[in-house]
């Protein structure tokens, strides 16, 4: 089951940051990467209500991995 929540969770991120104009290859790597980058403070410049949620998909992503 933690597969099937972590894919949600990576097609969630990568869903709702394009939305905003980032774009993530699907590569798991990447994605990861990219959760690392956000649970370490890194700002995307957004409204903070994005900035929020991304941050919480990051971090639900970098527990489950």
């Not at 933690?2 to 097609?11: D, E, Q, V």
């Not at 394009?18 to 370490?40: C, K, M, N, W």
Request: aromatic share 4%.
């Amino acid at each position: 089951q933690s597969g099937g929540s972590r894919t949600r969770l990576i097609n969630s991120l990568r869903g709702l940051v394009a939305e905003i104009g980032i774009y993530i290859p699907s590569r798991l790597a990447r994605v990861i990467g990219f959760a690392q980058d956000i649970t370490h403070d890194e700002m995307l410049d957004r409204p903070d209500i994005a900035d929020k949620v991304i941050r919480n998909l990051s971090e639900q992503l970098m527990a489950l991995h």
